[in-house]
């Protein structure tokens, strides 16, 4: 058989798998509650992949060591903040959102724990919440998509547009019929393959292209900066204004919603600490695996063969596994791409869903049975999809670039309102609504403005003026809502009693 017969039969066994995992949770799910977030029943090392798996996407096997391939390691500060973040999130986040999502009338999306948590009944809040998540994911999905188009067209030489239909349509029919728990099993079944691959395609590169230091030596001759994480030609200030903004995606995590609904669907706000232990590890291996496979790439495509250089750096990873694995094993590594790909879709597919479902339809007053929401809820994540492949038919549309716009906008006009809902009580309804609506335009406007995107990541003034907003609009209120005290308190309390703190017997 041909090397590329074989890889295929690699990623049909993939994509196999995933169907049947998707099959598995259709016969679980039951319930519209159970299709949004599987009844709050994951084991907290499920949890801590399966949001990983869903975080990453191409970028982590494609984007990051893209960027590294042709810059250094100048552009592993995102890792590093990511890491940071991610720890962050698990740590001051999940446990008080599992725990305050269900006081606040069991809550299941994101804008339904804003308008509960800060008492809007006028939902406004939660309509225009609902509306930034279709509006980002629709860019994020549409990563997913134009990562698939590159994959196939650089591993098989497909045409771009049948890669993307074909990972479009395998990712829909799972995620379709099973729902977050299908796309939360799949995950882990794909953060787990992505982990495999990160291990093994750097060990092996190491064995077949030379020793550490010959490699080191290799890369350095091509950019003698490439191990330099303060290069830059800018002067100290402006070179610390950059790392410092591309260290600050790590911020992005705390609004990031396909990730913290992870942390609502945990069996007990104390599963968040094996959760964080679980999720650092992975991250930190994981992104050291992409970093060590970029800087082998640099030294092994730019050496002394001209024929060996590639086009796409975003390519690298895979280049290097098809080269150095036999086509099955190649085959798997390269259904570890296509993992990271479909892991995020489905999640961000799921959750638009919900927003539309719970947060849209249900506010219309319309009466409708578990059926007919199973069936509005599939339906949305089928008109989602559509919008980002019409996006995705642009294949000089670069990764990062729409991971980092999507990104930006998430952690900017929710992370502020987050933080402040599980952190301070006097945060108001009108406080978090304006908040959220100025950091989502700054992304907007400073995004699209190269003199300033150039200088500093949109994620940063955003997130900065949302925070200053939300806080001086909510404190020029009066805050005599009844019944916010009473839940901020039990929600303190009931942490208190899983972290051992205060006595179970005690009274409520």
């Known amino acids: 058989m041909s090397e590329t017969t074989y890889q295929l039969i690699a990623i049909g066994v993939y994509f196999a798998a995933m169907l049947a995992i998707g099959y598995y ?14 009844e709050r029943g994951l084991h907290p090392a499920v949890a801590a992949l399966s949001a990983n798996a869903a975080d990453m996407s191409g970028w982590l096997l494609m984007g990051l060591p893209g960027a590294i391939y042709a810059s250094g390691l100048i552009e592993s500060w995102i890792a590093i903040g990511l890491t940071i973040g991610a720890w962050l999130n698990w740590k001051f986040v ?12 069991d809550s299941i999306t994101i804008p339904s724990y804003f308008g509960r948590r800060l008492r809007d009944r006028t939902n406004v809040l939660r309509v225009v919440a609902a509306l930034v998540i279709l509006a980002f994911f629709t860019f994020y ?24 239909l074909l990972v479009a349509a395998i990712t ?17 079944a794909q953060g787990l393959l992505m982990f495999a691959a990160l291990v093994a395609v750097p060990i092996v590169a190491v064995f077949k292209v030379g020793s550490p230091g010959e490699i080191a030596d290799g890369a350095r001759a091509v ?17 610390a204004l950059g790392i410092f903004s591309t260290a600050a995606w790590g911020l992005g995590y705390f609004g990031q919603p396909h990730i913290i609904v992870r942390f609502m669907a945990l069996r007990t706000p104390a599963d ?3 959760g964080r232990i679980v999720s650092t590890t992975w991250m930190i291996i994981t992104a050291l695996g992409a970093i060590t496979t970029a800087l082998i790439g640099v030294a092994y495509f730019n050496g002394d063969d001209a024929a060996k250089a590639i086009e796409d750096p975003e390519t690298v990873f ?7 694995f036999h086509p099955l094993v190649a085959g798997f590594v390269l259904a570890a791409v296509l993992a990271a790909i479909m892991s995020t879709m489905s999640s961000q597919l799921v959750v638009c869903s919900s927003a539309l479902v719970e947060d849209l339809v249900n506010l219309t007053g319309r009466k409708a049975s578990d059926t007919a929401l199973l069936m509005y809820g599939r339906i949305g994540v089928l008109v989602v999809a559509l919008v980002g492949l019409v996006l995705a038919l ?19 006009a929710f992370g502020p309102i987050i933080l402040l809902s599980l952190y301070w009580r006097r945060l108001t309804a009108h406080g978090a609504l304006a908040g959220m609506i100025v950091g989502a335009v700054t992304v907007f406007v400073w995004g699209n403005i190269d003199s300033l995107s150039d200088r500093m990541y949109e994620i940063l003034p955003g997130f900065l003026l949302n925070l200053l907003v939300a806080v001086v609009v909510s404190l020029a209120q009066r805050t005599d809502e009844p019944g916010i005290g009473e839940e901020f308190d039990r929600m303190e309390r009931d942490l208190a009693r899983d972290r051992g703190d205060i006595d179970l017997t005690a009274a409520p």
């Open 141 to 164: 999905v549409s990563s997913g998509m134009v990562a698939a188009g590159k994959f196939f067209e650089s591993s098989f030489g497909w045409t771009y547009l049948h890669g993307v």
């Open 25 to 38: 949770a259709y016969t679980r799910t039951r319930n519209i509650d159970g299709y949004m977030l599987a």
């Open 272 to 274: 968040a600490h094996y």
């Open 94 to 105: 999940a446990p008080r959102l599992r725990a305050y999502t269900e006081i606040a009338g």
């Open 394 to 412: 642009d294949p000089d549309s670069a990764i990062l670039e729409l991971v980092a716009f999507a990104w930006a906008g998430f952690g900017a």
């Open 318 to 324: 895979l280049l290097l596994s098809q080269i150095f």
């Open 172 to 188: 829909l029919v799972y995620t379709i019929f099973g729902g977050f728990l299908g796309a939360t099993l799949t995950d882990v």
């Open 223 to 239: 950019n003698p900066d490439v191990f330099n994480l303060f290069a830059g030609d800018d002067g100290a200030g402006l070179l």
